[in-house]
């Protein structure tokens, strides 16, 4: 994509980088103005993404692999870090993964922040986090084949239901707490519209101190079916369904991301449409109360504590 240079965010953040880590930066692509991927040594990939975190007030919302072995024979992770300074921008962090090995060094000891996305990693793609302090399954459930792994262009039909390989739960839940403490499990709740969660709370009488929870009990392998069934004018009636809270913003992000691949520009009305739906941290109770107000009733408590929670690191 052709990008006006005068106009591009982020430039004195990698001139600081470059600065701060000669030679780490092997190549530079910028998608828009305001974001940038650059890929760097694999060896500096925890240093780079600290440096860029702690340094300039970046902040993790995302990281994700790809099986990327038919375009340059390796696999890639990435870690999509958004620059809240005062130059607001995107860096994409890449690094190539040898498809051998398969290993990396995992950023999480570095920006703990990175645990979640690295374990997903390491289920969906069977990449090596070296250094990952939890290394439990993430989204796999515990019966699903050690060396299965759903996101590899060659793994699998999206159809296919692999046999269970245990009938019984392996998953361990951690308590750093009080190793005396007492267990009291919770759930699997279901909340509103949210997916199932298991909760362990560790308890010394009356006061609870350390707890652990698991969520993904509702993965269904919606990325395998777009990626082998669906066209680019399909997804969105894919990713519309992934939630009940969360549709909007799945199709917003699914459409943002191909317009951006094809340097398309949307008409005005509807980029501020989107815009004033995802600003307000309510978009889906908006879409849907136009068509039912009593659906309100039942997200907009919803909305109040996810706009809470969202607002933690």
Not at 5 to 10: D, K, V
Not at 273 to 283: P, T
């Amino acid at each position: 994509m052709n990008v006006n240079s005068s106009s591009n965010r982020g430039e004195a953040i990698l001139a600081a980088l470059k600065t701060q880590f000669p030679g780490a930066v092997l190549d530079e692509e910028r998608q828009t103005p305001e974001q940038v991927t650059i890929t760097v040594k694999i060896n500096l990939l925890p240093d780079v993404v600290q440096y860029l975190y702690y340094q300039h007030d970046g902040w993790l919302p995302v990281l994700f692999g790809n099986d990327e072995r038919t375009l340059n024979g390796h696999y890639a992770v990435y870690y999509a870090l958004s620059m809240e300074g005062a130059e607001k921008c995107w860096i994409v962090v890449k690094a190539l993964v040898d498809a051998d090995s398969r290993e990396f060094p995992s950023v999480t000891p570095r920006v703990p922040a990175a645990v979640w996305g690295e374990r997903e990693i390491r289920d969906m793609y069977g990449l090596i986090p070296v250094g990952l302090p939890d290394q439990r399954r993430l989204v796999l459930p515990d019966d699903w084949p050690e060396d299965m792994h759903p996101l590899r262009k060659d793994a699998m039909d999206y159809r296919l239901r692999p046999e269970p390989t245990t009938d019984s739960e392996t998953y361990p839940f951690i308590n750093e707490g009080n190793s005396d403490a007492r267990v009291i499990p919770v759930g699997p709740l279901h909340i509103t519209s949210d997916e199932p969660g298991h909760f362990r709370l560790f308890v010394d009488g009356e006061q609870i101190v350390d707890a652990d929870y698991r969520l993904f009990y509702v993965h269904r392998g919606m990325e395998k079916l777009a990626e082998t069934r669906m066209g680019y004018n399909e997804v969105t009636f894919l990713s519309d369904r992934v939630c009940g809270i969360c549709g909007f913003a799945h199709s917003v992000a699914y459409t943002n991301s191909v317009e951006m691949h094809w340097g398309l520009r949307c008409r005005n009305e509807h980029i501020l449409f989107a815009r004033f739906c995802w600003k307000s941290n309510g978009y889906t109770v908006i879409c849907l109360t136009l068509a039912s107000p009593a659906i309100s009733l039942v997200l907009i408590p919803a909305l109040c504590n996810f706009s809470a929670c969202g607002k933690s690191r």
